[in-house]
């Protein structure tokens, strides 16, 4: 069974850093896409970032663009998150997801989702 394991959350003061990580298994790591949503408090989950398999390329929601760094390493099977310059806003639990669909922006165009970590931005 695909398992996805995020880690890295916690709380952090405004304009400081976290880095989460998520370890996938069970999947052929290096064929699929690796993303991160989250979700705040009463609000709907929504998309954060996305990798290609071969990492070259990313994308990002606009909210987060010049702050959060997706990155891979696909010889540990392992996407890694970095969010600099955290806002409250930023307050969610992220998730890791996993998938091969060639569209990367809803959770359902992903296969596998992880369990998610709590990331907690106090002004």
């Known amino acids: 069974q695909v398992q996805l394991v995020e880690s890295g959350g916690g709380l952090v003061q405004a304009g400081g850093s976290l880095r989460l990580a998520c370890a996938a298994s069970?999947?052929?790591?290096?064929?699929?896409?690796m993303g991160w949503f989250r979700q705040a408090p009463g609000k709907e989950r929504e998309f954060v970032t996305t990798i290609i398999s071969s990492g070259g390329a990313a994308y990002y929601t606009d909210s987060v663009k010049g702050r959060f760094t997706i990155s891979r390493d696909n010889a540990k099977n392992t996407v890694y998150l970095q969010m600099n310059s955290l806002k409250p806003e930023d307050t969610a639990v992220y998730y890791c997801v996993a998938g091969l669909s060639s569209r990367w922006s809803s959770w359902s165009d992903y296969s596998y989702w992880g369990q998610g970590t709590q990331v907690t931005v106090s002004s």
């Open positions: 069970r999947l052929t790591f290096s064929l699929y896409h």
